[in-house]
């Protein structure tokens, strides 16, 4: 926890209440407001948590008007550019770059985990084949805490160890088989001598009948996706995990409930909605309608894959995602893809218009990941499973940072009451 160093003071009424103020290592400075109702008889109001902090953490910081996103002080460029997923899930977890040593054990911890218990086959089997993937997800990764009663004492340090790397080992297995059972093909299990990203890819692709070898471009451009959708500070889904874990509920069942959050299009189900509209969208000139539409307060239609609760200038991610998409594209032989020039166009007239850059409207993460994922073979619906996958590592490092927190209590908001005060029951014969 910060030491207050500074104190604001509030007026309520005609009496003054001195609030602590903390300085961070980076960002704007917070007030504390913990006492605020004991002294002042007063709650804040902050529907969607604008302007306010649930937490203390070291994990991942984002500077929203310099478009910056640091994991433990790195730079996402340069993770994405340097590093490779597992290395940065170790990072995230354990606060530092691991020693060649410190990641070959890592890494071997992780493989050893990515089957699943036979008897869960079971479980997928009881979903109908048009299931989302996503409504797969939530159901299975909420059923491990009935196979896996070894790691759901989050108490037990050694448990919420196992737990975390389970739920990060698995989250492949469980994607890519629910991706199986909704196209009708037979579950293709882990193999513990490919990494991490390539078993993913296999398991989604390959099939019985023929082998199926893993193109170093796609594993390359999967392992770097994972790294850009790692962590990103208090995001619906993870201040979802870190509310639901507040109560002691066992770790699986809170990144359940972090699927089921990231599934809303406006988080993380944007990249599937996005690919949606550039296909509704089509060609570059109808780009005009849909901007003029995105402008219509009378018309909820949004331009997916744009704006940013946080970033104001851009999203890094979004910067290195575009570049992955140019890369693997070409690579593919695909880089005249019409959907990627349509997004190109319609990043390129969006930012030209004044209400986009009035409202400091920029191209998120979401904004390109489907044109990638498409191209290397993925419906939209696996989109993003593919997202909750590469978050998990988030997920669980908030939710271990959160568990270790001496500070740590059940999360339980207050309300500004506007309705009904006391009255008396009326019988029915008198309404
Ligand atoms: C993710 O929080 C995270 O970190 C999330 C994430 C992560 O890694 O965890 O980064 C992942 O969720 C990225 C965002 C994916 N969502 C989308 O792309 C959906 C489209 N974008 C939005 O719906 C919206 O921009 C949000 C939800 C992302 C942010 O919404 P805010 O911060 O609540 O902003 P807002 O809705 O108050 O919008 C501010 C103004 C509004 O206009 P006014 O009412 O002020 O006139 O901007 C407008 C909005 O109408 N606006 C848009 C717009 N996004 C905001 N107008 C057109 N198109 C858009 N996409």
Same mark, same amino acid.
């Given at each position: 926890?910060a030491d207050s160093?500074? !104190?604001?003071?509030? !007026?309520?009424?005609?009496?003054?209440y001195?609030?602590?103020?903390?300085s961070p290592t980076?960002g704007p400075?917070?007030?504390?407001i913990?006492?605020?109702y004991? %002294?002042a008889?007063?709650?804040?109001y902050?529907p +969607?948590?604008t302007? /306010?902090a @649930?937490c203390? @953490?070291t994990?991942?910081f984002i500077?929203?008007d310099?478009?910056?996103l640091?994991?433990?002080?790195?730079?996402i460029?340069?993770l994405?550019?340097?590093?490779h997923?597992?290395e940065?899930?170790?990072?995230l977890?354990y606060g530092?770059?691991p020693? &060649?040593?410190?990641?070959e054990?890592f890494?071997?911890?992780?493989?050893?985990?990515t089957?699943?218990?036979e008897?869960m086959?079971?479980?997928?089997?009881?979903f109908r084949r048009d299931a989302?993937?996503?409504?797969v997800?939530v159901g299975?990764?909420g059923a491990?805490?009935?196979?896996y009663?070894?790691s759901t004492?989050?108490t037990?340090? *050694? %448990?919420?160890e196992?737990a975390?790397?389970?739920?990060?080992?698995?989250?492949?297995?469980i994607?890519?088989?629910?991706y199986?059972y !909704?196209?009708?093909?037979?579950?293709?299990?882990p193999?513990?001598?490919?990494d991490?990203?390539s078993?993913?890819?296999r398991m989604?692709?390959?099939?019985?009948?023929?082998?199926?070898?893993v193109?170093?471009?796609?594993s390359?451009?999967m392992?770097?996706?994972f790294?850009l959708h790692?962590d990103?500070? %208090?995001?619906?889904?993870t201040?979802t995990?870190r509310?639901?874990? @507040?109560s002691?509920a066992?770790?699986f069942?809170?990144?359940?409930a972090g699927?089921?959050c990231?599934w809303?299009p406006?988080?993380?189900?944007?990249?599937q909605a996005?690919? $949606?509209?550039?296909k509704e969208i089509? #060609?570059?000139?109808?780009? &005009?309608?849909?901007i003029?539409r995105?402008?219509?307060?009378?018309? &909820?239609f949004r331009?997916m894959g744009? +704006?940013h609760r946080?970033?104001k200038n851009?999203?890094?991610?979004a910067t290195?995602?575009? $570049? @992955?998409a140019?890369e693997?594209?070409?690579?593919?032989g695909v880089e005249?893809?019409p959907?990627?020039?349509v997004a190109?166009?319609?990043?390129?007239?969006?930012?030209?218009?004044?209400y986009?850059?009035e409202k400091?409207l920029?191209?998120?993460v979401?904004?390109?990941s489907g044109?990638i994922l498409e191209?290397?073979?993925f419906p939209?619906?696996?989109f #993003?499973p593919?997202?909750a996958?590469s978050r998990?590592v988030? *997920?669980?490092s908030q939710w271990? $940072?959160?568990i270790g927190?001496? %500070?740590?209590?059940?999360?339980?908001p207050?309300?500004?009451?506007?309705? $009904?005060t /006391?009255?008396?029951?009326?019988?029915i014969?008198?309404?």
């Amino acid at each position: 926890m910060a030491d207050s160093t500074k !104190t604001a003071k509030l !007026t309520i009424d005609g009496n003054d209440y001195e609030l602590p103020l903390y300085s961070p290592t980076a960002g704007p400075d917070v007030l504390d407001i913990r006492k605020l109702y004991a %002294q002042a008889g007063v709650f804040t109001y902050d529907p +969607g948590y604008t302007s /306010t902090a @649930s937490c203390d @953490s070291t994990i991942t910081f984002i500077d929203g008007d310099k478009g910056v996103l640091l994991h433990r002080g790195y730079p996402i460029d340069q993770l994405a550019g340097k590093s490779h997923y597992l290395e940065v899930c170790y990072l995230l977890l354990y606060g530092e770059l691991p020693s &060649p040593t410190e990641l070959e054990d890592f890494e071997n911890r992780v493989t050893n985990h990515t089957m699943l218990h036979e008897q869960m086959m079971n479980f997928f089997r009881g979903f109908r084949r048009d299931a989302h993937p996503m409504a797969v997800m939530v159901g299975v990764v909420g059923a491990m805490s009935a196979f896996y009663h070894d790691s759901t004492d989050i108490t037990d340090e *050694w %448990q919420r160890e196992v737990a975390s790397i389970r739920l990060i080992a698995k989250m492949p297995t469980i994607a890519a088989m629910a991706y199986k059972y !909704t196209i009708g093909q037979p579950f293709e299990y882990p193999r513990n001598d490919l990494d991490y990203a390539s078993n993913f890819l296999r398991m989604c692709f390959a099939v019985p009948a023929e082998d199926y070898v893993v193109n170093p471009i796609l594993s390359r451009a999967m392992d770097r996706i994972f790294t850009l959708h790692a962590d990103h500070e %208090q995001n619906a889904s993870t201040s979802t995990v870190r509310l639901a874990s @507040s109560s002691g509920a066992n770790p699986f069942a809170c990144i359940a409930a972090g699927i089921a959050c990231l599934w809303g299009p406006a988080h993380g189900g944007a990249n599937q909605a996005c690919l $949606e509209m550039l296909k509704e969208i089509g #060609t570059p000139d109808r780009i &005009p309608e849909f901007i003029a539409r995105a402008k219509d307060k009378n018309d &909820p239609f949004r331009l997916m894959g744009f +704006g940013h609760r946080v970033y104001k200038n851009h999203d890094p991610r979004a910067t290195v995602m575009k $570049e @992955s998409a140019d890369e693997v594209l070409e690579l593919l032989g695909v880089e005249n893809n019409p959907t990627l020039q349509v997004a190109k166009e319609l990043e390129k007239q969006a930012l030209e218009d004044p209400y986009f850059a009035e409202k400091k409207l920029f191209p998120n993460v979401d904004f390109y990941s489907g044109i990638i994922l498409e191209a290397m073979g993925f419906p939209t619906s696996m989109f #993003t499973p593919i997202f909750a996958l590469s978050r998990t590592v988030g *997920w669980v490092s908030q939710w271990k $940072e959160m568990i270790g927190d001496p %500070q740590n209590k059940i999360g339980r908001p207050r309300q500004l009451y506007l309705g $009904e005060t /006391t009255r008396d029951y009326v019988d029915i014969e008198n309404r």
